[in-house]
């Protein structure tokens, strides 16, 4: 048995050195596994009473205000309850387990000073730089307060999609961005509070909820909670959770439960006892990966993983993405590859790591030429790709995108392909002047059917900008992203059109390289989208809210023909809205006095938006003064 004890330290220690260093080799549900096999055996061993040191060297050490200690863990309904039932609290505040990296606000009179990393608990990396570049930080704070805030710093499952998919998954790639010497990144990173301590006063927050409810106030972003009394009704919310979890923003991996009433001394132990973290069940398993196939949207291969069928989540899984070509020679997967699979709330599972790789194991080939046209694929690492901008592997996906983006019922990829494939449809315009006798001429197409789905069809004429944007298949450019562009004030074709790389660079969420994939898709896509339109079967909906619509205005300095209050008012009245801060995406900033050197003339000027005076802001509205 102690041949195991020693194993299983030398397993904990190593998994806690890589991560903290921002590397883990296993998730978060297998190292609990080692650790509650270690206080099984051994209850009494040094490790379990302090959380593993951080090695990452270069940034200051800072101790943290109170030790930020190590959550209990309960992984099932049974220990939850055991545990529910020995704190007896009365009432539980259940806040959402988020999965990135934790991290310490320290204040001063009100000031932010330090923001420190868990580290080992005592003390951690002071990265006070890169957090002043998070979203959700607050500089300053009123009354005075010297104390911690505590919040986890996340990235969303978009960013890493859409920058980071190099990394396995939003918490690898948050933890490595927030400890960037150079402070790259950290802009998109987000920090999300659920604690706070006021260093000199224990009574300052008696109550869970009232802490929550002063973090709002001030401004942070808290992490989403609800009040239970029936232990059980936990474990229900906790299923409907883990159902729901990949709907949410950012990762989850299980909930927090506290009791409602604070016991600042319990929150001083290495592992407070009147809090537990409730885990999702975990959900990874392990298999043997068989064969490789190379699934093609548009120019872009993925590869996917065939596995030997297992459990995983309560489903049976024979798939896992492997996501580009730098994560498997990162990992050195091989055909045959025993692998550790794991869900974390994706449709398709992922191969987290090799567990083992026999002798001999082959490497895995990547295609050399477009299955479609033939052209030398290009391995960009993180993209596998055909270059070739003509490629019919690029129309076909097109057009799919398309019929699924407007939800086109009944256009399967069985008639689209024979479409496609007889020549009759080459792009979107081509849908638009198909008729019955085109659809009849198919196999095993009745009239029905074929009215049935030219009906459903035409029947999505008037489509949002968004919609029409993501609908041609624009590297990278989904309906989120296509959203954004337009809230960004980019809401009309030609604005999209007009627009440069740094247009779009400037656009939250959107960074260097897809800005330019942007420009450069909607160039060459240019004369595809002028025949869709032609067609006459398909026109952008322009909102009719009135003559502000879509515009956001911010208001600064008095105004002489009315009040503030009024003026917000006209605004939304026109169909326009009203923002509090100047930021990106603000249309215009309205201010008698532009030259004021006021923080928010600054600001307008430093991101080029639009400043007015009262006069122009009055002609806009189609008034030239204020009559009633
Ligand atoms: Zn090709």
Not at 408 to 435: K, M
């Amino acid at each position: 048995m102690s041949e195991r004890v020693n194993e299983l330290e030398k397993l904990i220690a190593h998994h806690q050195k890589r991560y903290y260093n921002g590397e883990p080799e296993i998730s978060d549900g297998e190292f609990d596994l080692l650790w509650d096999e270690l206080r099984r055996l051994d209850p009494a061993n040094a490790l379990l009473s302090r959380v593993g040191a951080d090695r990452a060297d270069g940034y200051p050490k800072r101790e943290h205000i109170i030790p930020m200690g190590s959550q209990d863990k309960a992984a099932d309904p049974e220990a939850f309850l055991r545990w529910a039932e020995r704190v007896g609290h009365d009432e539980f505040i259940v806040q959402l387990k988020m999965d990135g990296a934790s991290i310490e606000l320290q204040y001063e009179a009100g000031r932010l000073r330090h923001g420190v990393t868990r580290g080992d608990g005592i003390t951690g990396d002071d990265i006070t730089a890169n957090v002043r570049k998070m979203q959700g930080v607050i500089l300053s704070l009123p009354g005075g307060f010297t104390g911690a805030v505590r919040g986890e710093v996340l990235l969303s499952r978009e960013a890493h999609r859409a920058k980071y998919a190099d990394k396995a998954n939003p918490r690898n790639a948050a933890n490595g961005l927030m400890k960037r010497k150079d402070g790259v990144g950290a802009e998109d990173l987000e920090i999300v509070c659920y604690d706070a301590i006021e260093a000199t006063r224990d009574d300052f927050f008696r109550r869970e909820e009232d802490k929550l409810a002063w973090l709002v106030q001030n401004g942070f972003h808290i992490v989403e909670f609800t009040k239970l009394t029936d232990p059980s009704r936990i474990v229900e919310y906790r299923a409907q959770v883990a159902s729901r979890r990949d709907t949410f923003r950012f990762e989850i991996d299980g909930l927090v439960v506290k009791g409602q009433e604070i016991d600042p001394d319990d929150l001083r132990r290495a592992r407070p006892e009147r809090q537990i973290a409730f885990k999702f069940e975990l959900e990874e398993a392990a298999s043997t990966l068989r064969e490789v196939v190379w699934n093609s949207s548009g120019s872009l291969y993925t590869p996917i993983g065939l596995i030997d069928p297992v459990r995983l989540a309560g489903t049976t899984v024979k798939r896992a993405n492997l996501v580009n070509p730098r994560l498997i020679r990162e990992m050195d997967l091989r055909i045959g590859s025993r692998v550790a699979v794991t869900k974390r709330g994706e449709i398709i599972p992922k191969i987290e790591r090799v567990l083992e790789n026999p002798p001999d194991a082959p490497a895995i080939v990547l295609p050399e030429a477009c299955e479609r046209c033939g052209t030398r694929l290009v391995d960009e690492g993180t993209r596998l790709t055909c270059p070739n901008q003509g490629c019919p592997g690029r129309s076909y996906f097109r057009l799919r995108k398309w019929l699924d983006v407007l939800d086109v019922r009944d256009f399967g990829d069985a008639i689209l392909t024979r479409l496609f494939e007889s020549g009759r449809v080459n792009g979107i315009a081509d849908l638009y002047t198909l008729e019955e006798g085109d659809l009849t001429r198919l196999e095993r197409m009745g009239e029905t059917l074929a009215r049935k789905i030219l009906r459903n069809l035409y029947s999505v004429s008037t489509i949002p900008l968004s919609r029409f944007v993501a609908g041609f298949n624009i590297e990278g450019v989904g309906t989120v992203i296509a959203d954004k562009m337009v809230t960004a004030g980019l809401d009309t074709l030609a604005k999209l059109r007009n627009a440069k790389t740094e247009d779009y660079a400037r656009v939250n969420g959107i960074g260097e390289v897809l800005a330019a994939t942007i420009v450069r898709g909607l160039e060459d896509l240019g004369p595809q989208m002028d025949a869709v339109i032609a067609t006459g079967r398909v026109a952008i909906d322009v909102p009719t809210g009135g003559p502000l619509s879509g515009m956001s205005f911010c208001f600064t300095g008095t105004l002489a023909s009315m009040t503030r209050a009024r003026a917000q008012d006209l605004v939304r009245q026109a169909g326009g809205s009203v923002t509090p801060s100047v930021g990106r995406g603000l249309s215009c900033l309205v201010t008698n006095d532009p030259g004021s050197g006021s923080s928010k003339n600054r600001k307008a000027v430093e991101l080029g938006v639009q400043i007015m005076d009262e006069q122009a802001f009055l002609e806009l509205l189609g008034r030239t003064e204020e009559s009633d």
